[in-house]
């Protein structure tokens, strides 16, 4: 399957765009078309640690935009049009689709939902198994994917991150000291990142700076 690489998937959805104005605008935007309040919901969305898709289960990366048109396709350049705007839906995320969508729906349905409801046929989502179908029923097939990360868990790719943080300032810090004194330090150093522990200490999902850990308390 092209959407996929080891256990790793790659999800491309397109969303069609109702056209026009709808009768659920937010006060002072009733002119408004569907599109532009997508684009105004996404603007408002936080990123990185606050992200709502850092509250999804294993996601890798993820990304949302508004596809407006595609003019030119194939060779020799072809003039072409879309018949909507879309909304596009980008994820790259370890494991299976039904459980990655089941997560999402499960921990982000409010940002879902705010978002969403100006696409074609998302009236029709009431829960987790209907979300699941609008989605596939949108996918489009993710042509010669390939994973960049590790393959493994998003919850030990972020260990690791954060013992490659860590490790790095141990090491920094224990220049020049003797052997005794190295050794006493690296012990307290795995008592403090508890290497085998997922949980935490770790790397907290979305974060991209030296400050993003969850810490042990």
Not at 14 to 39: F, H, K, V
Not at 60 to 68: A, H, N, P
Not at 201 to 207: C, N, V
Request: net charge negative; proline share 5%; with cysteine.
């Amino acid at each position: 399957m092209a959407n996929k690489s080891g256990n790793a998937y790659g999800l491309t959805c397109l969303c069609p765009i109702l056209s026009g104005s709808p009768g659920n605008c937010p006060d002072g935007m009733e002119d408004q078309t569907c599109a532009a309040l997508i684009r105004y919901a996404l603007q408002r969305l936080r990123v990185s640690e606050e992200s709502p898709m850092a509250l999804v289960p294993n996601t890798y990366l993820s990304r949302l935009f508004v596809l407006d048109d595609v003019p030119y396709q194939g060779h020799p350049a072809l003039l072409e049009h879309l018949k909507s705007n879309y909304l596009v839906f980008v994820s790259e995320f370890h494991g299976e689709l039904d459980d990655y969508l089941t997560g999402m729906w499960n921990n982000v349905s409010g940002s879902i939902k705010a978002i969403l409801q100006y696409c074609v046929g998302f009236d029709s989502v009431k829960d987790a198994a209907s979300f699941i179908v609008y989605m596939k029923k949108c996918q489009v097939t993710t042509t010669f994917y390939f994973n960049g990360s590790t393959d493994q868990p998003l919850a030990e790719q972020l260990k690791g991150l954060y013992l490659k943080q860590e490790f790095s300032k141990f090491v920094y810090a224990n220049q020049g000291r003797n052997a005794a004194e190295i050794q006493a330090a690296f012990q307290e150093f795995v008592q403090t990142t508890k290497p085998r522990d997922l949980e935490r200490p770790t790397w907290k999902a979305g974060a991209y700076h030296l400050e993003g850990v969850v810490s042990n308390s």
